[in-house]
């Protein structure tokens, strides 16, 4: 097995804890990133693999498969223990739309506090758009997060057990904060969960990767 990843690729990262959560031994190779240039050079496997151009890519034998998600239903169909989707289909279910709101609703709050740890932008005008746009998102999220913490509803993990869904959640807040987005403190159910995942072997050692790849290529946040 050979998973294509990026050093601050979130949805690679995602990846990267499941199949480390799974036990399973792979390959990775890292595609080429910086903040100036991005993924420039494009890897060509990728290329040849996924429309999007963009990582995570998942080679198992004859097979190659992109788009977190898909990687992750995949895993659960081939390699069924541990289990990271509860079997009760409802539950399952449930644990779908935390790993949907997370790639899909906060995203898109989260992708607004991006250029935080790109080279500065030289252009004044537009470095206070984005700074504008930065707060209006900051404050929309930390509207979500009391949101977030219902669905845990006095459990450890969204799911009961620990499942995909939580592997989802937590990368997408690990980046709200890791771009000085809002902290959870206003919500200490969360709080209190993201401290549980963050705690778990697999997720810690991709986390302490993402950290000593950042502080490498985004050492403006470290200032």
Same mark, same amino acid.
């Given at each position: 097995?050979?998973? =294509?990843?990026?050093?601050?690729?979130?949805?690679?990262?995602?990846?990267?804890?499941?199949?480390?959560?799974?036990? $399973?031994?792979?390959?990775?190779?890292? #595609?080429?990133?910086?903040?100036?240039?991005?993924?420039? /050079?494009?890897?060509?496997? !990728?290329?040849?693999?996924?429309?999007?151009?963009?990582?995570? %890519?998942?080679?198992? @034998?004859?097979?190659?498969?992109? +788009?977190?998600?898909?990687?992750?239903? =995949?895993?659960? +169909?081939?390699?069924?223990?541990?289990?990271?989707?509860?079997?009760?289909?409802?539950?399952?279910?449930? @644990?779908? $739309? %935390?790993?949907?709101?997370?790639?899909? !609703?906060?995203?898109?709050? %989260?992708?607004?506090?991006?250029?935080?740890?790109?080279?500065? *932008?030289? *252009?004044?005008?537009?470095?206070?758009?984005? *700074?504008?746009?930065?707060? $209006?998102?900051?404050?929309?999220?930390?509207?979500? =997060?009391?949101?977030?913490? +219902?669905?845990?509803?006095?459990?450890?993990?969204?799911? @009961?057990?620990?499942?995909?869904?939580?592997?989802?959640?937590?990368?997408?807040?690990?980046?709200?904060?890791?771009?000085? @987005?809002?902290?959870?403190?206003?919500?200490? #159910?969360?709080?209190?969960?993201?401290?549980?995942?963050?705690?778990? /072997?697999?997720?810690?050692? %991709?986390?302490?990767?993402?950290?000593?790849? *950042?502080?490498? $290529?985004?050492?403006?946040? =470290?200032?």
């Amino acid at each position: 097995m050979k998973l =294509y990843s990026g050093p601050l690729s979130l949805f690679s990262r995602k990846v990267e804890i499941a199949l480390h959560e799974k036990g $399973l031994d792979f390959d990775r190779e890292m #595609v080429a990133f910086t903040q100036a240039k991005g993924y420039a /050079p494009k890897h060509p496997a !990728v290329l040849a693999t996924n429309p999007k151009a963009q990582v995570p %890519v998942l080679v198992d @034998g004859d097979l190659t498969l992109f +788009d977190s998600t898909l990687i992750f239903e =995949y895993l659960e +169909d081939a390699y069924p223990k541990p289990a990271l989707w509860p079997a009760d289909p409802k539950a399952r279910a449930r @644990g779908r $739309l %935390v790993e949907l709101t997370a790639d899909e !609703v906060l995203l898109p709050l %989260v992708a607004r506090f991006m250029h935080r740890s790109e080279p500065p *932008d030289s *252009d004044a005008q537009r470095r206070e758009r984005r *700074d504008a746009e930065a707060t $209006l998102a900051e404050s929309a999220l930390s509207a979500r =997060y009391s949101q977030i913490a +219902d669905q845990l509803k006095g459990r450890d993990y969204f799911c @009961g057990t620990f499942s995909y869904a939580d592997i989802a959640m937590f990368m997408m807040l690990f980046w709200a904060l890791r771009l000085k @987005g809002p902290r959870l403190g206003s919500a200490p #159910v969360l709080e209190d969960w993201y401290e549980r995942v963050g705690s778990r /072997p697999a997720v810690a050692k %991709v986390a302490a990767e993402i950290i000593a790849a *950042d502080r490498r $290529l985004s050492p403006d946040l =470290y200032a």
